[in-house]
């Protein structure tokens, strides 16, 4: 795939959430209109209107392109493969929710509507390993009520910040070391209940516990980035810690990064 000319909207909005999920991704595996190899058999990645796409036409005179390559290298948010993405669109496919799609391609497998969305083994001698396939649907017209047209989101990146808003709130758990806790009302609500003894905020605990682990998983590959270079950036360091260190500290106690920054030398210092 050599340019991303000749997108289609529907085709630009999907790749535009793949970028708002995974900012820093790789991309040489990107695009649309395909290469001369494409051109010599049929292929959603050739031109409609000159290229050869099999049985797949619309009745507009567009020259557009009905593919789109995503590249599934990374790096991905934590828990976020591009497995995942594919099979939250396949349930949206399945269950009508999303229309704009006649088949997905990734990692030796296709799944097409003309087949209900069932997974069945991919032949091709591509199999998708480095990046995922996605054909749409054809139509003509400027309004919505063509499937090209349609911008609305796509499902994932919606489930992705739903997750982080969580994470987030889980990360405002407070554990205290005098033997009090303090619990949220609820899982997405920062504000504290009234401070309970420990026994009586047992049934609790395994809570807590999956929430620090949550808050550590986000930041983890950050921090193994920042912390395994030749040269450390303490302030980069002190940043990506600092929530974790949050999550841990009672209410209305704030550290700063300088602390942080500080402590991590006297660390070193002493091993």
């Not at 099979?87 to 799609?101: P, T």
């Not at 619990?183 to 309970?196: G, L």
């Not at 980035?225 to 810690?241: I, R």
């Amino acid at each position: 795939m050599v340019t991303e000319i000749f997108s289609l909207p529907a085709s630009t909005s999907l790749m535009d959430e793949f970028n708002a999920l995974a900012p820093g991704r790789r991309r040489t595996q990107d695009g649309t209109i395909g290469d001369r190899a494409h051109m010599e058999r049929n292929s959603d990645h050739n031109l409609d209107e000159i290229g050869n796409t099999g049985t797949h036409h619309d009745t507009d005179s567009t020259p557009e392109v009905h593919a789109r390559d995503v590249d599934s290298r990374g790096p991905w948010p934590a828990g976020w493969p591009m497995e995942r993405v594919v099979q939250i669109i396949l349930a949206r496919c399945r269950s009508g929710a999303e229309k704009r799609l006649l088949y997905i391609i990734y990692n030796g497998r296709i799944w097409e509507a003309s087949n209900g969305w069932r997974e069945r083994a991919y032949t091709g001698a591509d199999q998708h390993i480095e990046h995922a396939h996605f054909s749409f649907r054809y139509g003509s017209g400027s309004t919505t009520a063509n499937p090209e047209n349609i911008t609305t989101p796509w499902g994932f990146f919606a489930v992705y910040e739903e997750e982080n808003d969580m994470d987030a709130a889980d990360a405002k758990v407070l554990l205290t070391t005098d033997g009090i806790i303090n619990t949220p009302s609820n899982a997405s609500d920062f504000k504290t209940n009234p401070k309970r003894t420990l026994a009586e905020s047992q049934t609790n605990i395994e809570y807590h516990v999956r929430a620090l682990e949550a808050a550590v998983a986000a930041q983890g590959k950050v921090l193994v980035d920042l912390a395994t270079k030749d040269v450390v950036d303490e302030s980069a360091l002190a940043q990506a810690l600092a929530p974790l260190i949050a999550a841990l500290l009672p209410a209305g106690v704030e550290i700063t990064p300088a602390v942080i920054v500080a402590a991590l030398r006297e660390l070193a210092a002493t091993n």
